[in-house]
């Protein structure tokens, strides 16, 4: 039976074949293209406490939240922009 977990990151649960390929495209991900490391952690702190949050996954948009905010470019997929 499959766990589902809300308020968990992918990089938290099980999931080995989906963990290695978000975090294959992490690694490859230009340098120019990326969100610095405090805005990246912040961004991840807040959708740990979004209500739209499983298993790693946006609600709003179905992306792994760990992609979405690693990007400069994006926001928050919620009406609100959390960030
Ligand atoms: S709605 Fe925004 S804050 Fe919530 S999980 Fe999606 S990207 Fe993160």
């Known amino acids: 039976m499959e766990i589902i977990c809300k ?3 992918l990089s938290e649960i099980s999931d080995e074949d ?3 390929t ?3 495209l992490i690694e490859t991900m230009p340098e ?3 969100a610095d490391d405090t805005t990246y952690h ?3 702190d807040i959708c ?3 209500d739209e949050l ?13 992609l979405r905010a690693l ?3 994006r926001r928050c997929a919620h009406e609100d922009k959390k960030w």
Do not use: H, W
């Open 7 to 9: 308020r968990c990151l």
């Open 18 to 20: 989906t963990k290695k």
């Open 22 to 24: 978000v975090r294959e």
């Open 32 to 34: 120019d293209k990326k």
């Open 42 to 44: 912040q961004r991840l």
């Open 48 to 50: 740990k406490s979004c």
């Open 54 to 66: 499983i298993n790693g996954m946006c609600g709003k948009c179905g992306c792994y939240v760990e």
């Open 71 to 73: 990007q400069k470019v």
